[in-house]
């Protein structure tokens, strides 16, 4: 069974058993997000990244079905209650190669941007941003660290807040 902590002001931590409760982690999220919001997902191979992603998409009215790791196409969009991005920097050679795909559209305030493996083109994410961080735990168990980086992203994590605590 997942539970909730506070850390600090900035950040709350997800204890997840499972990727069921991985799932419920993004679509608990997903419920704070407005237009124009940032994801930076980072967490190893396997951490659960696609799974977060999932939940996210879920609960923006996303069929999770249809979400899969864009590790190919770069950046998926997904229409829903709010127009989902989604990308994932993994297979790129370098930072300068995320810039390239358009991050005026992928940031665009009409949607929420998604970014996978986040950590590897921080430099060109914008400063105020919903940082997620996927620990493994165990086989099964996950440590989701959801943190804020700004005031807009602060304003969502004390919704979360308020609505897991």
């Known amino acids: 069974m ?16 499972s990727l069921l409760e991985t799932n419920e982690a993004g679509r608990s999220l ?3 997000l407005q237009p124009g919001d940032v994801i930076a997902l980072i967490g190893d191979l396997g951490a659960g990244k696609t799974q977060f992603v999932k939940g996210v998409a879920e609960g923006l009215d996303v ?16 229409p829903g209650r709010i127009l989902m991005r989604h990308s994932d920097t993994y297979r790129l050679r370098d930072a300068e190669e995320f ?8 940031f665009a305030t009409d949607g929420v941007a998604l970014i996978e493996w986040a950590d590897r083109v921080e430099e ?5 941003r919903v940082i997620v961080r ?8 996950r440590i989701l660290e959801i943190t804020a980086t700004g005031n807009r992203s602060r304003a969502t994590l004390a919704q979360l807040a308020a609505t897991v605590l």
């Open 63 to 78: 069929a999770a079905e249809e979400v899969n790791s864009p590790t190919f196409t770069l950046i998926q969009e997904y």
């Open 30 to 32: 997903a419920g704070t």
């Open 134 to 141: 996927i620990t493994i735990n165990s086989p099964t168990t």
């Open 99 to 106: 810039a390239d795909l358009g991050l005026d559209e992928l």
């Open 124 to 128: 060109y994410l914008p400063r105020d």
């Open 2 to 17: 997942s539970y909730w902590l506070r850390s600090d002001n900035e950040t709350l931590v997800c204890h997840a058993d």
